[in-house]
Structure formats: structure tokens, C-alpha cells
């Protein structure tokens, strides 16, 4: 499986819901569409920004298979596996196989907060059951949860784990990746606002959340980088911070479906809990959109 080589733009995409909750499939078909024209190179469907938690088995799979059948092949589509178990996990895992995904983002059991063991065991387990490559998502910020450089040498002798999705919000952690594990895996950033720095590290790739309402943009910054375009790369990430940063939050949900909302691509709908912003920090939240739309560089704008 070392031959599987993830790399670019993987936006973590959103879940459309009509204004009753219920999943709004034509929604999705359209929006996954319009990333995947605007030069993605893959698709996450069903994580934290996908309200994954809110979510049946069923709701996820039937997302899982709609970004399956929009891509038809053409970029990878990997199913975020979130659940409160592992034996749930393997469910899920099983049924996503059939529906013919690329390969699985996968992350420690919720609610449960495990140990560095019981959560190496979790993955491992999860990755030889789906026989696909396989993402480790570490995100110990939000899941407390943390799997370090010397648990990822641990891992891997698992030849489906390939990549691994660092959002601890420390970005010396992809420099201790390389150094303990070489290319051994492909190493994506999981914070928005960390883009450039990660970039110039050398990961492999962004697993974004603003990229759903802004893809071209996110491309392009992507593409500075790896052809070495500093100047330009930096011009741009400095217009697209003050968005990045909206990724950064615990209602990081509302805020980017707002952003997609104002971009033209997307709607508010959220299912419950969550609520739409509202107040002063919609407001906020408006501004910081409205004041990038106004100054988005023409040269990189989404079509």
C-alpha cells in the first residue's frame, strides 16, 4: 500500500441538509461537483465539519456513496470513520468497502477518551479490517486524544495505514514526523491556518475546511507552493488567513456553511444542536467573509 500517494487539496466536506434536517443529496451532488471542477484532488466525506456526530450509520454511508458517485473514479473519495466503538467502526467500515471508496480517514473512538494502546489498537484494527489505505486523523485539541511521532513508528509495520492528518495544532510535529519516520507516510495539515507554514515543511497536502467554499483559491495556494512561488504563495495566504481562521473554532460548522452561503455554493442548514450564527458573532463572522469576497484575487477566483 506504500504506493498509494496522497497529495494536494482534500477538502473535509460539508453535509447538506434541506430546512427540516433531512439530508439534501441534490445539494451535495451539486457542491461536490463544484470542488471537484475547481481542481481538488479528493474528497473526505463525513468528518467534524460534515457533522458526522449527528449522523445515523445510514445518513453517513448514503453521504459516503453520493461523493462516490459524483467523483465516478476521477479523484479519491475517502469515508471518515467516527464512531463511538470499534466494533461500530467495523460496521461502517464494511459497508463503505461495498460502496467502493478510495480508502478511510480514520479516527479514535468518541466520547471515550483512550490511551495511546487502546487507541493504536483502535486504528490498527480498523485499517486491516477495510483492507484499504488508510489516514490517521490526530486531532488532540478537539478529542484529546494525542498519537505522536514515536506511536506512529509503532503503526507503522500496518502497510494500509499511508497518510496521516496532524491537526495538533503544533506545527513542529510535522518536522518530528519527518525526521522519525522519513516519507514513510504522506503528511497532510488539519488546520486551516496553518496551510503556508505546513506547506514550506513539506506536507504533502491540505485536508481543509474553508477549501469548500473557496477551492480555487485553496488549489492555487497549493500549487505557489510546490512550484516554489514563495512571494506569490504568501500574497495570497495573507488575503485568505482572516477566512482560515474561521476554521479554527468550535462552530467552525456554522461558520464555514456561512461562508459557503455568502460565496454562492452552499446554505446555512445545520441539524440540531447546532444552530445558524446569529447576533454580534454572525455579524463578525459576515464581515470578515464579506471583506475577503470584496478583495479576492481575480486571478485564482473559483469558477
Given at each position: 500500500?506504500?504506493?498509494?500517494r496522497?497529495?494536494?487539496?482534500y477538502p473535509a466536506?460539508t453535509?447538506k441538509?434541506?430546512?427540516?434536517?433531512?439530508l439534501?443529496?441534490e445539494a451535495?451532488r451539486?457542491h461536490?461537483?463544484f470542488l471537484?471542477?475547481?481542481g481538488v484532488?479528493?474528497?473526505v466525506?463525513c468528518?467534524?465539519?460534515g457533522?458526522?456526530?449527528t449522523?445515523?450509520?445510514?445518513?453517513?454511508?448514503?453521504?459516503t456513496?453520493c461523493?462516490?458517485?459524483?467523483s465516478?473514479?476521477?479523484?479519491?473519495?475517502?469515508?471518515?470513520?467516527?464512531e463511538?466503538?470499534?466494533?461500530?467502526?467495523?460496521?461502517f467500515?464494511k459497508?463503505?468497502?461495498e460502496?467502493?471508496?478510495?480508502?478511510?480517514?480514520l479516527?479514535?473512538?468518541l466520547?471515550y477518551?483512550?490511551d495511546a494502546?487502546e487507541?493504536m489498537?483502535?486504528?490498527r484494527t480498523?485499517a486491516?479490517a477495510?483492507?484499504k489505505?488508510?489516514?490517521i486523523?490526530?486531532?488532540?485539541?478537539?478529542y484529546?486524544?494525542?498519537?505522536?511521532?514515536e506511536?506512529m513508528?509503532e503503526l507503522?509495520?500496518?502497510?494500509?495505514l499511508?497518510?496521516?492528518k496532524?491537526s495538533?495544532?503544533d506545527?513542529?510535529r510535522l518536522?518530528d514526523?519527518?525526521?522519525?519516520l522519513?516519507t514513510?507516510?504522506?503528511?497532510?495539515?488539519?488546520v486551516?491556518?496553518?496551510s503556508?507554514?505546513?506547506?514550506?515543511?513539506?506536507?504533502d497536502?491540505?485536508?481543509?475546511g474553508?477549501v469548500?467554499?473557496?477551492?480555487?483559491?485553496t488549489?492555487a495556494l497549493y500549487?505557489l507552493?510546490?512550484?516554489?512561488k514563495?512571494d506569490?504563495?504568501?500574497?495570497l495566504?495573507?488575503?485568505f488567513?482572516?477566512?482560515?481562521?474561521l476554521?479554527?473554532?468550535?462552530?467552525?460548522?456554522q461558520?464555514?456553511?456561512l461562508?459557503e452561503?455568502?460565496?454562492?455554493?452552499g446554505?446555512?442548514h445545520v441539524?440540531r444542536p447546532?444552530?445558524p450564527l446569529v447576533?454580534a458573532e454572525?455579524?463578525?463572522?459576515t464581515?470578515?467573509?464579506?471583506?475577503?469576497i470584496?478583495k479576492?484575487p481575480?486571478a485564482?477566483q473559483?469558477?
Open positions: 500500500m506504500n504506493n498509494v496522497w497529495q494536494g487539496v466536506v453535509s441538509f434541506h430546512d427540516d434536517e433531512s439534501d443529496f451535495m451539486k461536490f461537483g471537484i471542477d475547481n484532488h479528493g474528497l466525506t468528518g467534524s465539519l457533522e458526522a456526530s449522523l445515523t450509520l445510514e445518513e453517513k454511508l448514503a453521504v456513496k461523493a462516490v458517485e459524483v465516478a473514479g476521477r479523484i479519491p473519495v475517502l469515508a471518515n470513520v467516527s463511538t466503538s470499534t466494533r461500530e467502526a467495523l460496521r467500515i459497508a463503505a468497502v460502496l467502493g471508496v478510495d480508502g478511510f480517514m479516527m479514535p473512538s466520547i477518551v483512550a494502546r487507541a489498537q483502535s486504528i480498523m486491516e477495510a483492507q489505505p488508510c489516514m486523523y490526530n486531532n488532540p485539541v478537539a484529546r486524544v494525542d498519537l505522536k511521532p506511536h513508528v507503522a509495520d500496518c502497510p494500509w499511508v497518510a496521516i496532524e495538533s495544532d506545527i513542529r518536522t514526523l519527518r525526521n522519525a522519513g514513510r507516510y504522506q503528511l497532510f495539515i488539519g486551516d491556518d496553518l503556508f507554514e505546513a506547506l514550506a515543511l513539506g506536507a497536502g491540505l485536508l481543509a474553508l469548500t467554499a473557496f477551492p480555487r483559491e488549489v500549487d507552493m510546490q512550484a516554489g514563495w506569490e504563495a504568501l500574497a495566504y495573507q488575503w488567513t482572516p477566512l482560515l481562521h476554521d479554527v473554532s468550535t462552530k467552525l460548522v461558520n464555514i456553511k461562508a452561503t455568502l460565496a454562492g455554493v446554505n446555512e441539524r447546532r444552530l447576533g454572525r455579524e463578525r463572522c464581515a470578515i467573509i464579506q471583506a475577503a470584496a479576492r481575480k485564482y473559483s469558477t
